[in-house]
């Protein structure tokens, strides 16, 4: 997706998200900040959108979120002085092809259904494994394309539509995988259908 259409499509979504799609990615959220708490210290949360995900994270972790919608911080920042979620840091905008942190910055990178968004994921899967410290964790939740049957006929269908909907549809997996440093240690799906998957990388040491 371009950047004017992520602009748009996120302009549009941001007033309704949480209850529409924020309510579907649920689970997802739910496990991936488990994991990250499991982890602990220093966590980045690469679209972070509204900020459904950041009363989740336990008071001890130390969040620091971003986005590229300003529409969906707005939301984030809301969130946080309303929930006093004194864990959360900051909340900036910002391209995730270009991280404004130094090397080895976090313990754990989070992505929740946001690679399939991005204009060039596998620059923002180097991004992200460039800010991890080594030996730390790379977590994404996102619906990857199937090969076959029906839910992957309808994929294919929706696929033209993605500047409109926001993601893409047929987003296939092996485009987040294959990043120098990176190590797939876990892939798992979240739903019986299969509709969101989790990756658990490591970086190396």
């Known amino acids: 997706m371009k950047p004017e259409a992520i602009t748009s499509s996120y302009r549009r979504w941001a007033p309704i998200y949480d209850f529409t799609f924020g309510r579907i990615t649920n689970t997802g959220r739910r496990h991936a900040t488990k994991v990250a708490n499991t982890i602990g210290g220093r966590v980045l949360e690469v679209g972070v959108g509204t900020g459904l995900a950041l009363p989740f994270y336990n008071p001890s972790v130390d969040v620091t979120g971003i986005d590229f919608s300003e529409d969906m911080l707005v939301r984030a920042r809301a969130k946080v002085a309303e929930e006093k979620l004194s864990h959360v ?16 910055s976090f313990d754990t990178v989070v992505a929740m259904h946001l690679i399939s968004v991005v204009p060039d994921p596998e620059k923002v899967m180097a991004e992200m494994a460039r800010v991890c410290k080594p030996g730390g964790q790379i977590l994404l939740v996102n619906h990857f394309a199937r090969d076959e049957g029906w839910l992957a006929w309808l994929e294919r269908k929706f696929a033209p539509f993605a500047d409109w909907m926001g993601w893409h549809s047929n987003f296939p997996k092996d485009r987040v995988l294959g990043i120098h440093d990176l190590q797939l240690v876990e892939d798992k799906p979240l739903t019986s259908l299969g509709m969101f998957t989790f990756l658990r990388m490591e970086k190396a040491v």
């Not at 905008?93 to 090397?103: E, I, K, S, T, V």
């Open 89 to 104: 840091r900051e909340l900036r905008q910002m391209d995730a092809r270009d991280l404004d942190f130094p090397d080895a």
